[in-house]
């Protein structure tokens, strides 16, 4: 039997040895280990791709988020709009600030947040929006980012799952007022470790997130903000700057496989595939299904060699995290999602004969339930 792997981290370094290597040794002669000439170059090639004029390597995708809401001066008694639907990095970032989630269900076609819905939580004191590019399903966010602007609400895109992914023909981080994008090694753009990113056009929201990530200091030893230490160090930069000139080569293969995908499992009974919103051009971090008899789908794919994953079985307001302070809303459609989603294999490291094979077996598989 033939067995499929959902992700091959590995992959990447495998294809890209040669010049991987070549990164490395740069760095390490390069004596610089923090800060440098190889983590300005990727900030200035990660902003330039993403059509924003700033970009600020931190740590990790939820201190890309947690930063630009800190820089704003978000915290206790302010809300701030967030998806149900999402992973909980989402919720983290707006709870370590001290402000109050306001979650919104998600719409049932695309699974992102529910626009209409988003719109009527703005309250006098709404902060700031999240909208997520969930799966790298891109937000189509022109009313709501109208509608925040009008009243000083910040938008931060959680564009952890989007790199690349396009709505009216920009780019994920030029979507909003700033953006957090994560390079966790399975995303779609990933380091060899931790590592994120804040990407925006605002000068100065750029040089607060800066600070704040740099022991809220701008000039050494003088501190002028409680900050903290959250970084992207040169190496995972330099990396991440040799991995970037094939980002979409990589996302032109996902979009292959979801062609095929969707080409050969719409329609059939009882499976639904993945929305597309309008003017929207996703990135296919994941391709998630739904089926009521989720947990047997999966079983019999497991057992015919697809690792078919759950992205994300456990809503976040029914989390132990959360659920003292939200458990008790209800958002039917994320539930729904909660219990029915699967994700289907896909990535650079899948062949189109692959794709369609596994195509195949999903097809088998549900018809057999
Ligand atoms: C939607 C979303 N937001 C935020 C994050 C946080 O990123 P990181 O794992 O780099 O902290 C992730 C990834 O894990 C994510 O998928």
């Known amino acids: 039997m033939t067995s499929y792997s959902f992700l091959d981290v590995g992959f990447t370094y495998e294809s890209l040895r040669a010049e991987m290597d070549a990164a490395y040794a740069r760095v390490m002669q390069s004596g610089l280990f923090i800060g440098g000439p190889h983590l300005d170059a990727f900030e200035r090639e990660f902003a330039d791709y993403c059509g924003a004029s700033h970009c600020v390597g931190v740590g990790n995708g939820l201190e890309a988020l947690i930063l630009p809401l800190k820089a704003r001066g978000i915290g206790p008694g302010d809300e701030v709009i ?58 189509p966010m022109a009313r709501l980012t109208e509608a925040a602007r009008a009243r000083g609400i910040l938008v931060l895109e959680d564009a952890a799952q989007a790199h690349g992914g396009t709505f009216a023909g920009r780019r994920a981080g030029s979507l909003g007022d700033a953006a957090g994008f994560s390079f966790y090694p399975g995303k779609n753009l990933g380091a060899f470790g931790d590592g994120g990113a804040v990407v925006t056009d605002d000068a100065e929201l750029a040089a607060a997130v800066r600070m704040l990530s740099n022991y809220g200091s701008h000039i050494k030893y003088h501190h002028e903000e409680i900050g903290t230490n959250s970084r992207l160090d040169p190496l995972q930069a330099a990396f991440l700057s040799v991995k970037l000139r094939h980002l979409e080569a990589w996302t032109r293969q996902r979009r292959a496989i979801a062609g095929v995908y969707l080409s050969r499992l719409s329609g059939i009974d009882g499976l639904t595939m993945p929305g597309i919103a309008p003017d929207t051009d996703p990135v296919w971090h994941l391709f998630v299904v739904r089926h009521e008899r989720r947990d047997d789908l999966q079983k019999a794919l497991v057992a015919r060699g697809v690792p078919a994953a759950l992205h994300y079985p456990v809503p976040n307001h029914h989390s132990g995290a959360f659920r003292a302070g939200y458990g008790h809303l209800s958002f039917p459609v994320t539930e729904a999602i909660c219990r029915t989603c699967l994700s289907l294999p896909i990535g650079p490291h899948l062949t189109l004969a692959e794709a369609e094979e596994i195509a195949g077996i999903v097809a088998d598989c549900v018809s057999d339930l």
Request: charged content about 10%; cysteine-free.
């Open 82 to 139: 967030v998806p149900a639907n999402t992973f909980i990095a989402t919720w983290l970032a707006a709870a370590q600030t001290g402000a109050t989630l306001v979650p919104v269900d998600a719409d049932p076609h695309t699974m992102n947040i529910d626009i209409d819905a988003a719109l009527g939580a703005i309250t006098s004191r709404t902060r700031a929006v999240m909208p997520v590019h969930l799966y790298g399903q891109p937000v």
